[in-house]
C-alpha cells in the first residue's frame, strides 16, 4: 500500500450527504453502500441507480497517427470504428497480456478518449507515451481530472435521464455515443455501462457534477432511483462475467485464457503481443476462464485453491453470493481439459473441501 | 444507537445474554450494520468447545467473510438453525432472532465483558 493522500471525487459531497459508506479504493475516497448492496443490486436490475465513476481515467489520443497507434497498443480493431462509437478492447503487454481493458471512442479521424481503471491510469498513461516515441503526429495525454463520470444504469435509466437532455437517447444504440448536453452542461453521453443492464455513462465537467448527479436523484424518484456504491457493481458486473482487472484478468492472462477472443483481432495487421495471440490461436491455450456455482455450502473468493481429482488446479479469481441469482457462484482459471460446463470441482474454503460445478457463463444476462 | 441492557458485550461487537449456566450469543446491531447484507453463516457443530478469542465460526455478507466469536467460554449446545435458510434474520433482528448460538459455561464466564453502557462508551471512543 502507498500512503498517499486519498483522492476524492467530485461528488464526494454528495457521498456524505446520502450517508455512503466511505472506503479507500484505487486511491480515492468512494462509496462502498449506501443503504445496502442487495438493496443497491435490486435498484439497478429492476428499476435505475447512479454511480459515481470519476475515479477512472480518461485519456485522450488526437494527431494524424492516432489510429495507427491505438492499433499498435490495442488487441481489438479500432479501424472498425466511425466517430460515434465505442468498442471494448485491452491495452497489450508484448506477451500478449493484459496491460489493462479499456473502452476506446473515436471522437473524430484524429482523437480517440480512452477510459481506463482507476488502479490502472497511472500505469497505463506511463505505457501509452512511452509506445508514443515510435510515433510522430501522437499525443497523449491524461484528462483524467477534467471529467467526472456518472453512470446511469438499470432498465429505467433511459427514461430517467431523459429528463435532463434533448439529447434523443433512444437512437444511442448500445456502445455509441453523442456529445450532448445534460443539464444544460456539455456531456459525453454513452451508451455502455459495467452492470449487465441497459445504461448511460455520462463524461461531464467536475464542477457540473454535483448538481446532475442532485437532480438526476430527484427526477428519478418517481422510478424509485438510488445512489449505488461500488459493491454492487461488483456484484452486478460479477454476475454478467465482465472481467474485474487485477482479480479476473491482469498481465499475466490473455483475452484467449479470459474467454475474451472475440476482442482478438488478429487479422487487422501488427500490434503488440500479436505473435504470442497468433500462437495461442493456432495451437491453443492451456487455461481457462470459467464459472462455477457452489453445490456445497459456503463462498468462494477471490484467490482460494480450485482443487479436481485431489489436485490443486486453479484459483478462484472473484467469488460472490449472487443477488439476482440468489446463490454462491465465482470464476476462476482451470486447465482447458477441465473447463467444460458440468465438471465437478471443489473449492477450498478455510481448509475445507466444498463442492462446486462448472456452470454456463455468463451467470446473468438480461431480457433483450 | 441504543444497546439492550439485559446482556454483556464484547470488544469484538458480539453480546452474551446470561440465563443460569446457559449463554445465547449474538452480533450487536453495530457489528451487523459494518457487515452488510449478510448471506451465509457458519456456526459450530453443536458440542464444540468455544473460547474468547477463538474463532468460532464466519458470516459471510455479500462482499466479504468474517469470523465469529464467542464472548464466553464454554459448550455449545445450541445454534440458530434459522439463520441456514435466513441468513438475512441477523441484519434484520440481530438481538433477537438473529441470535447464533447457544453456549453452557462454568461460572464466572462473563468475566470482561461490558454492560450496555460501558459497551456504548466504548462504540464512542472508537468512533463510531
Known amino acids: 500500500m502507498t500512503h498517499h493522500e486519498l483522492l476524492r471525487t467530485p461528488l464526494y459531497d454528495c457521498h456524505v450527504e446520502e450517508h455512503g459508506r466511505i472506503v479507500p479504493f484505487a486511491g480515492f475516497e468512494m462509496p462502498v453502500q449506501y443503504v445496502g448492496v442487495m438493496e443497491e443490486h435490486r435498484a439497478i436490475r429492476t428499476a435505475v441507480g447512479l454511480f459515481d465513476v470519476s475515479h477512472m481515467g480518461e485519456i485522450d489520443v488526437t494527431g494524424r497517427r492516432a489510429l495507427e497507434f491505438i492499433q499498435h497498443v490495442t488487441c481489438n480493431d479500432a479501424s472498425k470504428l466511425t466517430p460515434g462509437r465505442a468498442q471494448y478492447s485491452g491495452l497489450m503487454t508484448r506477451r500478449g497480456t493484459f496491460v489493462d481493458d479499456l473502452l476506446v471512442h473515436k471522437i473524430g479521424d484524429h482523437h480517440y478518449f480512452l477510459v481506463v481503471n482507476a488502479a490502472n491510469k497511472d500505469k497505463d498513461y506511463a505505457y501509452l507515451l512511452a509506445q508514443t516515441e515510435q510515433f510522430d503526429n501522437v499525443d497523449v495525454v491524461d484528462r483524467s481530472a477534467d471529467y467526472a463520470q456518472i453512470a446511469v444504469q438499470g432498465p429505467k435509466a433511459e427514461a430517467v435521464l431523459q429528463r435532463l437532455t434533448g439529447t434523443p437517447l433512444a437512437e444511442i444504440k448500445y456502445y455509441r455515443f453523442v456529445e450532448g448536453k445534460v443539464d444544460d452542461e456539455p456531456a459525453i453521453i454513452a451508451r455502455t455501462g459495467y452492470t449487465g443492464e441497459d445504461g448511460f455513462e455520462v463524461y461531464l465537467d467536475p464542477v457540473a457534477a454535483p448538481g446532475l448527479w442532485r437532480k438526476l436523484l430527484e427526477v428519478g424518484k418517481p422510478e424509485g432511483i438510488m445512489p449505488c456504491g461500488l459493491g454492487c457493481r461488483d456484484t452486478l458486473r460479477f454476475e454478467a462475467c465482465m472481467p474485474l482487472y487485477g482479480n479476473d484478468i491482469d498481465d499475466t492472462t490473455t483475452p484467449f485464457e479470459a474467454g475474451l477472443g472475440w476482442i482478438v483481432k488478429l487479422d487487422k495487421g501488427g500490434f503488440l503481443g500479436r505473435d504470442v495471440l497468433a500462437r495461442q490461436q493456432a495451437e491453443g491455450w492451456k487455461r481457462k476462464l470459467m464459472g462455477f456455482a457452489m453445490t456445497g455450502r459456503g463462498i468462494a473468493r477471490h484467490g482460494y485453491p480450485i482443487w479436481h481429482g485431489g489436485k490443486q488446479v486453479g484459483l478462484v479469481t472473484s467469488g460472490s453470493h449472487a443477488p439476482t441469482l440468489n446463490r454462491a457462484l465465482g470464476m476462476g482459471y482451470v486447465p482447458v481439459e477441465l473447463a467444460a460446463v458440468g465438471t465437478q470441482i471443489e473449492i477450498e474454503i478455510r481448509g475445507q473441501m466444498v463442492a462446486a460445478e462448472i456452470v454456463d457463463t455468463p451467470f446473468y444476462r438480461r431480457a433483450k | ?128
Not at chain 2, 452474551?16 to 449456566?21: F, P, S
Not at chain 2, 465460526?57 to 445454534?79: D, Q
Not at chain 2, 434474520?89 to 470482561?112: C, S
Open chain 2, 1 to 128: 444507537m441504543t444497546q439492550p441492557a439485559d446482556r454483556m458485550y464484547s470488544r469484538t461487537h458480539e453480546w452474551a445474554l446470561l440465563a443460569g449456566d446457559v449463554v445465547t450469543v449474538g452480533i450487536t446491531q453495530f457489528a451487523q450494520e459494518q457487515l452488510g447484507d449478510v448471506v451465509f453463516v457458519e456456526l459450530p457443530a453443536v458440542g464444540a468447545a468455544v473460547a474468547p478469542g477463538k474463532a468460532a465460526g464466519n458470516i459471510e455478507s455479500v462482499k466479504a467473510v468474517s469470523e465469529v466469536f464467542s464472548p464466553v467460554a464454554g459448550e455449545v449446545i445450541e445454534v440458530n438453525t434459522a439463520l441456514e435458510g435466513h441468513p438475512e434474520l441477523i441484519n434484520k433482528e440481530p438481538f433477537g432472532e438473529g441470535w447464533l448460538m447457544r453456549v453452557r459455561v462454568v461460572a464466572g464466564a462473563a468475566a470482561g465483558l461490558m454492560d450496555a453502557a460501558a459497551y456504548e462508551t466504548f462504540l464512542a471512543e472508537e468512533g463510531h
